[in-house]
Each structure stands twice: as C-alpha cells, then as structure tokens.
C-alpha cells in the first residue's frame, strides 16, 4: 500500500488493495503520473490527451445514457464507481474527482497518501480551457492539452455565422428546465449564433420554462435537449419547423464534448429559414 497509510485504513482494505488492478488496456508503460479519474467530464479530457496514463474513468462513461464521450473508448479504460476500495486497487498517483467528492472517501485517500485534485463544474468556454490545462500539466501532457485547445478554439470558430444576426434558441430540458446566463450551454450559444432564449427573460439556472409559456412566447428554436412529457406533446406542433433535437449530453461537459456541440449548433444554424 502508499506511503503513511494509517494501520487502521489498511486493515479495511487490504483485500481490495491486494486484488490485482484492470490493465489499462490503452497505453502500458507511458510514464508519469498514473490518473484515475472520478469525474466524467474528466475521463474525456484525459482520454483524448493522455491515454496511457489513465488507469480508470467513471462508470458514468461507459453508460451510453451518461456518457459524454464514446462509450468504446471509455471501455478501454477500467472504471470506478469511486469507492476508496476500488481507487486502493487501481493504487494511482493521482485521484481527479468533482466538487462532490464524498467527505469521507477523500479522508481515506488522503490517508492512503493519495494525491485527491479536485475539478469543479465550468460556465464558459473560458473555464473550459482552464480545466484542460489544468488537468494537462497534472498528466505533464501539455502539449496535447493545447492541441485540445486549439481543436475546440477552431471548431467555435468554424460554427460562427458571419454578418447575420443572432437566433433566439431555448434550451429545453426534461422537467422544463432551462440554463442560465453562466453556464457553459449559455456561452456556447453566444459563440455559434444564438442567444439564450430563457436568460434573456431573466430566467437563471435551473428555472423551469412550462409548456404554455413556450406556446404562448416562443423563441426562434426549440432545441429539445430532454425526453420528457413536454418536449413530446401535441400542442409543440404549432411550432413545426421550430423544434429541433439537441442531445442533452452536449450540455454537460467541457473538453472534447465542445467541439461535439458546437458542430451540432452550426447544423441546428445552417438548416433554419433564412
């Protein structure tokens, strides 16, 4: 087991630790820093620009009505459900989670002499490039983090209209859900011709938007990024032409998934009514 790991921990998870750890069927042998990933979001960065030091994503990644990347490519990797018991097994250099880790799982990683880094939920695109230098120079894979950049800076380039004017679009979610102004599906919209329908009423994150509202006020798109009763009743077919799918997992995450959204917004663009 790691370095000053208290007698009382070991004894917890001894078996678990001494089980043999899931090849990391990617890249063996990479050197530096071996990464187990508790944060979906993450496990897209980090298999994109350093594969081979990613020894487990989350097992949100390998579920298709989760993921926020390729569900094959996620299955490349072992997965976690984010228990001490199984990262002890994986025996990584270095844990990144979310904001949401468990009080007590971090306490036992860190007992364990577990370096625990923690990577919170981004609002523009902006925070976006942070977070992939960020987990970059913690892979020491800088260069591929720029390239990563670089490929979501010239995809929101490519999906900008040029000379006409923004489109009104409402993201719309299950529940009747909507994003606010400071979310990364809000700044996403701004850069690829749109703007945020509901932060434009002064509706913030997590506001709902019901169906009479939308009938009786709405914008130049739809983008129904939910399944539930009001994204499929009858009455939305007054608005033909104005409801288009957009796949709720584009909204979730920074990274690769930018790029992703981005050419599904300049689809959504090029295919309204001049």
């Keep these: 087991m790691r370095r000053g790991a208290h007698i009382a921990v070991l004894a917890s998870l001894l078996a678990a630790a001494c089980a043999p750890a899931p090849d990391n069927r990617d890249g063996e042998d990479a050197g530096g820093p071996r990464i187990a990933s508790l944060n979906p979001c993450a496990d897209a960065i980090l298999a994109e620009i350093a594969p081979g030091h ?73 925070d976006a490039r942070q977070q992939v230098r960020e987990l970059a120079a913690i892979a020491d894979e800088r260069d591929a983090g720029e390239r990563l950049v670089t490929e979501i800076d010239e995809s929101l380039i490519a999906a900008k209209p040029s000379g006409q004017e923004p489109v009104s679009a409402l993201v719309w979610q299950s529940g009747g859900l909507v994003p606010g102004e400071a979310t990364l599906v809000s700044d996403l919209l701004r850069n690829t011709g749109f703007t945020n329908f509901s932060a434009g009423r002064g509706l913030g994150q997590g506001a709902v938007v019901p169906l009479e509202d939308v009938l009786a006020d709405p914008p130049q798109v739809i983008l129904n990024a939910g399944s539930g009763r009001m994204q499929n009743h009858p009455a939305l077919a007054a608005l033909s032409g104005r409801t288009t799918d957009f796949d709720t997992r584009l909204t979730w995450c920074g990274g690769p998934t930018i790029i992703a959204a981005a050419a599904r917004l300049a689809e959504i663009r090029e295919g309204l009514p001049r």
């Design 54 to 126: 990613l020894v487990a994503v989350s097992h949100y990644s390998q579920d298709p009505a989760s993921s926020s990347m390729d569900t094959d490519v996620a299955r490349r990797f072992a997965a976690t459900s984010g228990n001490a018991e199984e990262i002890a097994r994986l025996d990584p250099d270095v844990v990144i989670a979310g904001t949401f880790l468990p009080p007590a799982t971090e306490r036992a990683l860190a007992a364990m002499g577990y370096r625990v880094v923690k990577t919170g939920s981004i609002a523009s695109v902006d």
